[in-house]
Antibody
């Protein structure tokens, strides 16, 4: 079945970087887009950006431009997000999610990765 | 950026009752680009409705979506205990096109 399995929890200090993975299985990786969405504690969902695994092109939320990089490795069917210059406000659960061609919706989602930024 | 405003913030109902959740957009949204998700504590969101009114795979017909333009509604009939969760609407659009979520409606047991 279609699955997105993400890497484990992270604890980082302010100013550091974090890189999270999202391994896809059960479908052709390059046919579907991968989104990244985060959720701060007790808060709603924030869209961070999207990557096309077929050609590696990515588009980021304006708020995060300059700090976020999305990449992929087609040999392992894995997408990555790296967030730099971490601050306490980046403490959140980070999800990856799949979007089909011209579907404009997220299905399914990865299990989420808690990232804590604390000194 | 298109802002989605969900109401009410919290809805308290009993099992067996029906729930009506609202999602209002700051600009017109194509129905094609409007989706609803359910999120339970400690879990990732799950797609319920896409294209404003189409149920995702495996979603019971107690869940229904409707609306157009700037006003969309998620209706849940005959509430089951497992339906009590947080619900989010999501859209794609605006200029430049962005994906945005509403702030969520918490459906709690009365």
């Amino acid at each position: 079945q279609v699955q997105l399995v993400q890497s484990g929890a992270e604890v980082k200090k302010p100013g550091a970087s974090v890189k999270i993975s999202c391994k896809a299985s059960g479908y052709t990786f390059t046919t579907y887009l991968i989104h990244w969405v985060r959720q701060a504690p007790g808060q709603g969902l924030e869209w961070m950006g999207i990557i096309n695994p077929s050609d590696g092109t990515a588009r980021y939320a304006q708020k995060l431009k300059g700090r976020v990089t999305m990449t992929r490795d087609t040999s392992t069917n894995t997408a990555y997000i790296e967030l730099s210059s971490l601050r306490s406000e980046d403490t959140a659960i980070y999800y990856c999610a799949r979007e089909g061609p011209q579907q404009f919706r997220f299905d399914p989602w990865g299990q989420g990765v808690p990232v804590t930024v604390s000194s | 950026e298109i802002v989605l405003t969900q109401s009410p913030g919290t809805l308290s109902l009993s099992p067996g009752e029906s729930a009506t959740l609202s999602c209002r957009a700051s600009q017109s949204v194509s129905s094609t680009y409007l989706a609803w998700y359910q999120q339970k504590p400690g879990q990732a969101p799950r797609l319920l409705i896409y294209g404003a009114s189409s149920r995702a795979t495996g979603i019971p017909d107690r869940f229904g979506g409707s609306g157009s333009g700037t006003d969309f509604t998620l209706t849940i009939s005959r509430l089951e205990p497992e339906d009590f969760a947080v619900y989010y609407c999501q859209q794609y659009g605006g200029s430049p096109p962005q994906y945005t979520f509403g702030q969520g409606t918490k459906l709690e047991i009365k």
